[in-house]
């Protein structure tokens, strides 16, 4: 791992406060994750990943965007691991270096549906635009 990768898995356990070194890869969090056909990467990986560093490849990826941060993966997890959590620090950190939200408030007329709750347009635009 070289010092951008240690600088960037540093910052990203600093934010999220989860260590990734408990995860025994056992993919409880995985397999109970409501978004899991819509993510390139499923919570377990995602742990994997933050552990090796691979926190460029991550930050690139869409899953990112689609976990619901619905917590279900924290709840299963029998280490304590919280990849939720961790990939809440990753999206952040993408946000804070790039300045690059993934939801701007201009473009939310154009999503609305009119079955979807306002707690979710509401969510959504907390969870993006930080």
């Known amino acids: 791992m070289n010092e951008a990768q240690k600088d960037q898995l540093e ?12 995860c025994m ?3 409880k969090c995985s397999g109970t994750c409501p978004a899991y056909d819509e993510m390139e990467y499923h919570p377990h990986q995602f742990v994997a ?20 941060s ?20 990753v999206r952040l950190m993408v946000i804070r270096e790039q300045g690059a939200n993934h939801l701007k408030v201009t473009k939310i007329p154009e999503i609305l549906d009119d079955e979807m709750p306002q707690q979710a347009i509401t969510s959504a635009l907390r969870k993006y635009n930080k």
Do not use: Y
């Open 11 to 22: 910052t990203v356990v600093r934010i999220s406060g989860v260590d990734p070194k408990k």
């Open 25 to 27: 890869v056992c993919g």
């Open 49 to 68: 990943m933050v552990r090796k560093g691979q926190i460029d490849k991550l930050a690139k990826s869409e899953s990112i965007w689609r976990c619901l």
């Open 70 to 89: 619905c917590f279900a993966c924290v709840e299963r997890c029998p280490r304590s691991v919280e990849p939720a959590k961790l990939i809440e620090a």
